[in-house]
Each structure stands twice: as structure tokens, then as C-alpha cells.
């Protein structure tokens, strides 16, 4: 039996250990996660994810649990798990309803959505209903302005909100109806099974619905109808000067394929471009050397 930190009754303190089943369950998913790192301690932000799939929050147990599985100590824990707004410090709804308030969304009608359900639900940021069920909170951009206003259900995508479709889905969720996301899975999950998909569990809803559509490639088919591309790297003489009209199309418009590993537009193994940058062959060198140093 797992830590029941939502049942809890008012005032009682969330157990410091988990019970020696719930942590040999535990401690077998945190083993498969741990070895993907090449360090133990590299686990830390899917492990924090894994108690929350626990537990719904990150627990005292869960942070006892992180620490002796990865050899930190519980301040080390807590300082990251502090740190990002995707931990829970007490337990958190079944669903987090997030509202981008950031520039756009907000110009847009995300301010006016945050007004609607705040006072709709009566809560604050980060506050969540009596019944448990929804946890609303002020969220920045989550890169989908084309789309804006946005809402997050759990980290799915609900484009093009209003007051009051944010609304209705609130109160679906709150009536246990399913809510399906504008670019995601059909049904979205709970927070606790989310939690455990961040974790590096796959529930393989992944590709369900579409991930972009017109908005998300209007700039795209723009550039390409117009001849327009991006600026040039720092010492890429091959690049076309941005500041000028494109005499030709693009390559891409063309049909050509992705930029070759090294060569222009690619990223991997670039060459350095002043004393400052360093290649990637540079970086592997320095985390060799910092693991020797290390062990
Ligand atoms: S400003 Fe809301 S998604 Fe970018």
C-alpha cells in the first residue's frame, strides 16, 4: 500500500518512509531508470517524477527515497525538487489545469481565462479543489502561441481557449468526464499517470493526435514561398546574406535532404567559432575528465 498523502486528514503529517512494498515496487523502476544514466545521481529529475506517480506530490518519503536510492543527501534532493514548478510540494490535484498568462496567450485571452476560472473554482495559484481534482495554476509559454490562448490539462494542449471552454473543462473534469486534448491523446490522464510517463515509463498515447497543424507551419511555408531563409552562422561564407532578398528558392524547397553532419546548418560535431565555443568532441573530453575526477 502506497503513502495516501491526499487522504490524509487535516493536520496529520505524510509518513517519512514508504512501507517495504510500496519501496520495492518503487526501487525496481527506479533501478531501470537509474541505468540509463552514467551517473546515478543524473536520475534525479525522472526519479522526483516517479514519487510523484507515487504519491501525487514530492513526498518527505519520496525525497528519503530519491536520496538513499542515488547516494544524496535530502537537502540535495529538496534543492532541486524546489527548484521546478513541475515538483509538488503538497499534494496536488488529479488534474493541474495550467493557464498561460505569458505576453501572448495573455493579450490574447489568457488573462481573461485566468479570471474566469479563478473566480469560477474560487482558488488562487497553485491551490486546488476540495474534491482533489483540479489543481489551476498561472503557467509561462509553452511554445505554442500559434495556438494561443493556451491551456495545459496535465501538460497536454487545449488550443484556443476561452473563458468559457475553460470553464466547461474544468467542470468536465471535475465530474469525472473524459477531456481530450486539441493536439494529444483522445482521454487525457491524471496527474499521477503523467507523472509516471515523465518518469521514462511510455503509456503509448505519445502519438495520439496530431503534434502541429496549419498555424504551427504558416512561418515555414512562408520562408519557402518567399525564398526567405535563416541568417548565416558567424564565418559561414557559404550562407546567403538574410539581410538580402534570396536570388533563388530554397534548398528545401527544392527537395533537398537534411544538412549533412558538419557540414552548413548542422549543429553536430560544428567546429568552434571563437575561444569561447567549443565542439562537441570538446565537451565529451571535459565529461570524461570530470567523471575521472569524480570517481
Ligand atoms: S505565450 Fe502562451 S504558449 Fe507562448
Known amino acids: 500500500m502506497s503513502v495516501e498523502n491526499s487522504a490524509l486528514p487535516a493536520g496529520a503529517r505524510p509518513a517519512a518512509r514508504y512501507d517495504e512494498e510500496t519501496r520495492a515496487r518503487l526501487a525496481a523502476d527506479a533501478a531501470l531508470v537509474v541505468a540509463r544514466y552514467p551517473q546515478p545521481r543524473s536520475a534525479l529529475l525522472p526519479l522526483l517524477h516517479l514519487v ?86 498561472r503557467i509561462e509559454c509553452n511554445a505554442a502561441c500559434d495556438y494561443a490562448p493556451v491551456v495545459m490539462v496535465n501538460w497536454e494542449f487545449l488550443d484556443n481557449q ?19 486534448s486539441t493536439r494529444g491523446p483522445g482521454k487525457i490522464c491524471s496527474f499521477k499517470q503523467v507523472s509516471r510517463v515523465l518518469a521514462g515509463f511510455p503509456d503509448g498515447l505519445a502519438d495520439e493526435g496530431p503534434s502541429g497543424g496549419p498555424e504551427t507551419e504558416r512561418g515555414t511555408q512562408l520562408a519557402a514561398a518567399e525564398g526567405w531563409t535563416a541568417p548565416a552562422f558567424p564565418g559561414d561564407a557559404a550562407k546567403p546574406d538574410a539581410t538580402k532578398p534570396a536570388a533563388t528558392k530554397p534548398a528545401a524547397a527544392k527537395g533537398a535532404t ?31 575528465s570530470d567523471q575521472a575526477k569524480e570517481s
Open 52 to 137: 510523484q506517480s507515487e504519491d501525487g506530490f514530492v513526498s518527505p518519503a519520496g525525497i528519503a527515497f530519491c536520496a538513499e536510492t542515488l547516494d544524496l543527501t535530502a537537502a540535495e534532493v529538496s534543492a532541486v525538487a524546489t527548484f521546478y514548478s513541475q515538483y509538488k510540494r503538497r499534494p496536488n490535484g488529479e488534474y493541474t489545469v495550467g493557464v498561460c498568462t505569458n505576453t501572448l496567450c495573455a493579450i490574447m485571452g489568457g488573462d481573461a481565462i485566468w479570471e474566469e476560472l479563478s473566480e469560477h473554482l474560487d482558488l488562487g495559484n497553485d491551490e486546488t479543489t476540495a474534491d482533489g481534482k483540479v489543481t489551476i495554476e
Open 162 to 180: 476561452t473563458p468559457q471552454s475553460a470553464v466547461e473543462t474544468v467542470d468536465k473534469l471535475r465530474a469525472g468526464e473524459p477531456v481530450a
Open 258 to 288: 537534411s544538412p549533412e553532419v558538419g557540414g552548413p546548418q548542422s549543429s553536430a560535431e560544428r567546429k568552434p567559432t571563437s575561444a569561447k565555443d567549443s565542439s562537441a568532441e570538446d565537451q565529451q573530453k571535459k565529461q570524461s
